[in-house]
């Protein structure tokens, strides 16, 4: 089991900036990828941005070039920096930790979420 708890989330104009965190404990020895998904209002929810323990890092090509996913392996943590936010972006952001072993395979695990609304 591993547990996520989310920071960060707020209400900002568009162009402006905000920084999201999230920090995993629990069985976090099994963590293979860490990341930000999101969820608009009447959407899917969407891939943002994530890392491996490896340091490769993927985007979402809408946030390519304005958000920055940083994790740290030691800690247990990612943190997503975003920049000249727009509209666009307001949904419910989302944590994940992918595990993955030999005797359980590939599961993941969910923050409860943190709102992010920009304005126009």
């Known amino acids: 089991q591993v547990q996520l708890v989310e920071s960060g989330g707020g209400l900002v104009q568009a162009g402006g900036s905000l920084r999201l965190s999230c920090a995993a404990s629990?069985?976090?020895?099994?963590?293979?990828?860490m990341g930000w998904y999101r969820q608009a209002p009447g959407k899917q929810r969407e891939m943002v941005a994530s890392a491996t323990s490896g340091g490769s890092t993927n985007y979402a090509d809408s946030v390519k070039g304005r958000c920055t996913i940083s994790r740290d392996n030691a800690k247990n943590t990612v943190d997503l920096q975003m920049n000249s936010l727009k509209p666009e972006d307001t949904a419910v952001y989302f944590c994940?930790?992918?595990?993955?072993?030999?005797?359980?395979?590939?599961?993941?695990?969910w923050g409860q979420g943190t709102q992010v609304t920009v304005s126009s």
């Open positions: 629990g069985s976090t020895f099994s963590i293979n990828a």
């Open positions: 994940n930790a992918r595990l993955r072993d030999v005797i359980n395979g590939t599961r993941n695990y």
